[in-house]
């Protein structure tokens, strides 16, 4: 028996002892589908959203759709609006008209209404992460006023001015403050922009509100998804989903499959376990030891829009010089680093992954930096002390621990010595100043993921006020961080999607080669199992669970 199964059963058996002995460990016999997830929402308002919005996504996406969605390459398709025109305003300012769907219904029967979208996202700008609608028309005086703590009152009557407008039921207007050409993509899967039911909510109070969203009972809240919440049991940490059998988003039929009438999500610690007694249908494959084993027949693989990448701290000697940064990229190779860690693996030198509409061409890419560690190793004398790589502590879908000591092995070659420091509060640690007001760290690896599918979602982490902690903005005295901004200005108001793509690929080169920012190491992939029974519980690109496409085999009920 090999180590590896050695301690895979040694786990094993604890967990079997528990499962014959756990009353509430996420497996009573309550029927439908159950899939284990990684974290339980922390609300069910999607207009508000929070702070932590990737534990609400899997309930949200089953429950609700947005304005337009994607395809299965990432492009833009109609979603809730059948249609739209965009145009320029005579101000500047960019305008679209949508056309939304006539054969949509909220759970309930009533009809989706171009006010259900006035009422949402005047409730987001009001929200907990208001600063998402800041694009829109008339957003900025709201945001204003809640920031100097204005009366409530003075607040409602600045939302009158959100240019958020319903021309009839069926036609709703919004208008931006300027081109922005990630607009339709952010309207597809970020939840926060998806409609209200007004029907429901006019009259209520904010408590009223409140608990229409957090006390799920009665059919409430609708709405428009395949599923809709029938029960959320904090304490066990279990969501019921029923089906909507009004719902425009159904399922397309699978010979001898047919959707379930319902599905608990469910939180467990011993979610393999239970996968292994056939007692849930899907759960996540996260354990580095599990990974490089054998892949069981059930292994699913799903390719994310993510970059795992190597940064640097740019305001610490030696890693202030741009030629330093370049020689440890050129001293690394991808493809050694992640060798046999995985089942697959995509190495990359490039920020944006290639399914990624916007992506560099591969033409560009060969302008990158290369692998060459003998034209790396003269430069990386200047490296005259031991260099500390920062990394996140616990276990991952990302094999940080060995990656890390990759390339500490990598870099050992070409005469650097590096130290690993593994940290689980590993964002604290990238903030923290020491004495002189720097950072303390000079390496750090991250993953960074998309939330909508556009190059946009990976460059604002870069940006001036983004939450990068590199200390690139000062570099050449805040002219190259102000270059590249200029660049993603251009690329957000093109109206074409080559001109973009040509500005967000010459921002990728100021920050990967000239200013050699950060070394992107690879793009994850995650990986789950799925009982053979089950067809349409997928991870989507932004490594969410997937159940729009639900069905079980017949024979399986």
């Given at each position: 028996?090999t180590e590896a ?13 528990l499962?014959?002995?756990c009353?509430?460990?996420?497996f009573?016999?309550?029927g439908g ?14 207009n ?43 101000e ?6 949508f056309q ?9 029967g ?18 907990k ?6 694009d ?7 945001l204003?006023?809640?920031?100097r ?6 607040v ?5 001015g959100?240019?958020v ?38 009259g ?6 409140r608990?229409?969203?957090e ?5 409430h ?32 039929p ?8 319902r599905v ?18 899907f ?22 829009l993510?970059?795992y ?20 990229a ?12 995985l ?16 992506a560099?061409?591969a ?7 290369t ?20 990394f ?10 060995a ?24 964002s ?15 390496l ?19 940006e001036?006020n ?36 040509r500005a ?21 992939d995650?990986?789950?199992r799925?009982q ?8 989507d690109?932004?490594?969410?669970i997937?159940?729009?496409?639900l069905?079980v085999?017949k024979?399986?009920?």
């Open positions: 028996m199964a050695v301690v895979t059963r040694a786990r094993l058996i604890p967990l079997l002892l499962l014959s002995a009353g509430r460990c996420g009573q016999e309550d589908v159950k899939i284990v997830v990684p974290a339980m929402p922390t609300t069910l308002d999607w508000t959203s929070d702070p932590t919005s990737w534990v609400n996504y899997p309930v949200m996406l089953a429950t609700m759709r947005g304005l337009t969605s994607l395809g299965p390459d990432n492009t833009i398709r109609p979603g809730l609006a059948s249609s739209w025109t965009r145009e320029r305003t005579p500047g300012h960019e305008a679209y008209t939304l769907r006539r054969d949509v219904r909220w759970s309930d009533a009809p989706l209404v171009a006010q259900d979208f006035v009422l949402g996202w005047r409730r987001a700008a009001v929200g992460e208001r600063g998402e609608v800041a829109v028309l008339g957003a900025e005086p709201v204003a006023a809640i920031a703590g204005a009366p409530k009152e003075e409602d009557a600045l939302l009158e959100l240019e407008r319903a021309l009839d039921a069926h036609t709703l207007r919004i208008v931006l403050t300027r081109p922005r050409s990630y607009f339709l993509a952010r309207m597809a899967n970020v939840y926060l922009f998806f409609p209200a039911p007004s029907a429901q909510l006019a209520k109070s904010e408590e009223e509100i608990a229409y969203f006390r799920p009972q009665d059919g809240p609708v709405s428009l998804g395949p599923w809709r919440v029938e029960a959320w049991d904090r304490a066990g940490e279990r969501i019921r989903l029923v089906r909507n059998p009004v719902s425009a988003f159904a399922p397309a699978i010979d001898g499959f047919v959707p379930p009438e608990t999500l469910l939180r467990s610690e011993i979610g393999p376990a239970l996968f292994e007694r056939n007692r849930v249908g759960v996540f494959v996260d354990s580095a030891i599990a990974l490089q084993q054998a892949p069981t027949a059930d292994l699913q693989r799903r390719e994310l993510s970059t990448f190597l940064g640097f701290n740019t305001e610490r000697p030696p890693m202030d010089r741009a030629e330093v940064r370049r020689a440890i050129q001293a690394l190779d991808r493809d050694a680093l992640l060798q046999g860690l089942p697959a693996a995509r190495p990359t030198r490039t920020l944006l992954p290639p399914d990624l509409p916007g560099m061409s033409e560009d890419e060969r302008r990158l930096v692998y060459d560690p003998e034209a790396a190793r003269p430069v990386l004398r200047a490296v005259d002390r031991p260099l500390r790589l920062v996140k502590a616990g276990e991952s879908f990302i094999p940080e621990v990656i890390a000591e990759r390339i500490r092995a990598q870099l050992a070659k070409v005469g650097v010595k590096v130290e690993l420091d593994a940290r689980y509060d590993f604290a640690e990238l903030a923290r100043r020491g004495p002189d007001a720097r950072r303390t760290f000079d750090y690896l991250r993953r960074i993921g998309a939330d909508y599918a556009h190059p946009k979602t990976f460059f604002t982490l870069f001036r983004g939450n990068h902690q590199t200390g690139w903005e000062t570099c050449d005295g805040g002219t190259s961080i102000r270059r590249f901004e200029a660049l993603l200005a251009q690329g957000d108001a093109a109206a074409d999607p080559e001109t973009a793509r967000y690929t010459a921002a990728q080169l100021l920050l990967l080669r000239e200013e050699a920012v950060i070394v992107p190491l690879y793009h994850p995650r990986y789950y799925r053979s029974g089950l067809r349409g519980v997928e991870v690109p932004f490594n969410f997937s159940l729009g496409d069905q085999r024979d399986a009920r």
